[in-house]
């Protein structure tokens, strides 16, 4: 394929990896935990351990001190993540009982950083080929 000069090469469009999740609870603890839920058919969970990630928690949520914070992965157990944000002086966490909402409490990754851990693993969608962004 020959590209004119100055012209724009087309990068087709990526997904987030890995993909956003659906929070139904938050722990109010000196480690966060956040449980989850994904849908089976489209969603799969790719997060790891040491991986950050981005909260959204709207205020009709109750723990509105969460939104926008970012946390680091400690450990997964299923879809409960364990977070290094002390939340023990937060709101508690509740689902309202309201079904219109204009977007659920959710979390996504932070940074280029969950991009790529190891070539060794399978988990990623995504791999760097020297582990250092090549």
Excluded: K
């Amino acid at each position: 394929m020959t590209v004119p000069n100055n012209a724009n090469t087309y990068l087709p469009g990526t997904i987030v990896i890995p993909s956003s999740m659906v929070i139904t609870g938050i722990t109010n603890s000196i480690q966060m935990v956040v449980t989850a839920v994904l849908n089976p058919v489209t969603q799969a969970n790719t997060y790891l351990t040491g991986m950050l990630i981005n909260l959204f928690v709207p205020r009709s949520y109750g723990m509105f001190q969460a939104d926008g914070l970012v946390g680091q992965i400690v450990q997964i157990s299923g879809l409960n993540f364990t977070l290094d944000i002390d939340s023990s002086q937060f709101d508690p966490f509740v689902v309202p009982v309201s079904s219109y909402q204009i977007q659920p409490a959710s979390f996504s990754p932070a940074g280029s950083r969950n991009l790529a851990f190891s070539n060794a693993t399978t988990l990623l969608p995504f791999q760097s080929l020297n582990d250092r962004g090549n």
